[in-house]
């Protein structure tokens, strides 16, 4: 090969490995997806918020709508209907809409532990799980009282004649007006409702020694929450399987980022979720990443015995009909996600949580 020819052969090798480089780098046209939350904006969806924000989605080629929840809406029935890619939702939810015919698979567990608590005054009888019995309980019900009930059943009581359940309201005000003995709550919101309200004993806001706390995780009758689902059909195309590991490995390090930038995280949750208040949403945020870190396998990947208690409450308790199949989810896709993350921290072992002041309601 002469000399010229050489130089155009290089010349159009450079053009085309070039080509190719830009080609796996920019992005003309993103894939469009949508994500269903559980709930209305706030720091519980933080790591979604700050991988749109700080541009991961678009770095993975990702055009990512993220698609409020509220009261009268069902991730799983979103989702199953084609009307959003991804979802977040809890288990029973879950099990309960495939156990109807709703193909969903989770692909992603981000919280490792349940939020969820039973609060009780520091002056009742009610010291622990065991004390429950002729006392009278607010609850969330739709799928939100499994836990409860599987603390009862461990401790031989019936809830239809042990325990007065009582339908909770979207305010702590049946527990703060003392209409219940105790009520469920979340760490993230119900439990900082209540330290943000001023003890009328004091003048003072309620402080958590003014409670008693039962923990589910503690009483082995924890059920895992919040999870990314998809459908069964949807995640079958090897298009969608790329479209989900991008997905996943943007939101992760959002996740990430939230853990070691809380500060820079909450500004980022104020621009999408001004209300309840930038103390309540401090607040929440670091409960939030209590529940997410650590993560011993890596942030997402499910664990299997967790998985299985949760499914054995929900059919226990008339969730699902059946037992849920191990097919109901999948590590594949995060264990993806989580590979490509070479030199990052995805487990969050050393994770500390901070000391966070509550102020008054709406702050």
């Not at 069902?74 to 009307?83: F, Q």
């Not at 059943?153 to 009582?166: C, E, L, N, R, S």
Request: neutral net charge; aromatic residues 8%; proline residues 4%.
């Amino acid at each position: 090969m002469n000399m010229k020819l050489t130089i155009q052969f290089l010349a159009a090798l450079f053009t085309l490995t070039t080509g190719l480089f830009a080609a796996s780098t920019d992005c003309a046209t993103p894939d469009q997806v949508t994500l269903q939350l559980k709930w209305t904006p706030q720091a519980q969806f933080a790591g979604y918020y700050a991988a749109q924000d700080l541009g991961h989605y678009k770095e993975e080629c990702l055009e990512v709508t993220i698609r409020p929840g509220g009261l009268h809406i069902e991730p799983e029935e979103i989702v199953g209907k084609g009307e959003a890619q991804f979802a977040v939702a809890w288990q029973p939810g879950m099990l309960a809409a495939r156990d109807r015919g709703v193909p969903l698979k989770a692909i992603a567990q981000i919280f490792q532990f349940s939020g969820m608590r039973l609060l009780s005054w520091k002056e009742s009888e009610i010291r622990s799980a065991s004390d429950l019995k002729g006392k009278k309980v607010a609850v969330w019900l739709a799928g939100n009282e499994l836990e409860l009930l599987a603390t009862l059943a461990k401790h031989g009581f019936d809830p239809k004649k042990d325990v007065t359940i009582v339908p909770a309201s979207l305010d702590m005000d049946l527990f703060l007006q003392h209409k219940v003995d105790a009520a469920a709550a979340m760490t993230y919101n119900e439990l900082a409702q209540v330290l943000q309200t001023v003890n009328p004993s004091t003048g003072n806001l309620y402080e958590s020694s003014d409670l008693n706390i039962i923990d589910f995780n503690k009483e082995g009758t924890a059920m895992l929450e919040d999870r990314i689902i998809v459908t069964e059909d949807w995640i079958k195309s090897a298009k969608n399987q790329d479209i989900a590991v991008r997905f996943l490995r943007a939101s992760i390090k959002g996740w990430i980022y939230c853990r070691d930038h809380p500060n820079d995280a909450l500004k980022i949750v104020l621009k999408n979720a001004p209300t309840p208040g930038k103390s309540h949403q401090a607040w929440q945020l670091n409960e939030i990443n209590r529940l997410i870190w650590p993560s011993p396998q890596g942030i997402g990947m499910m664990n299997a015995q967790r998985w299985l208690e949760t499914a054995r409450i929900s059919h226990r308790y008339g969730v699902t009909k059946t037992l849920a199949e191990r097919s109901a989810y999948t590590n594949e896709f995060v264990q993806k996600a989580l590979d490509s993350l070479k030199g990052v921290d995805t487990r969050g072992l050393s994770w500390k949580p901070e000391v966070v002041t509550l102020l008054g309601r709406g702050q």
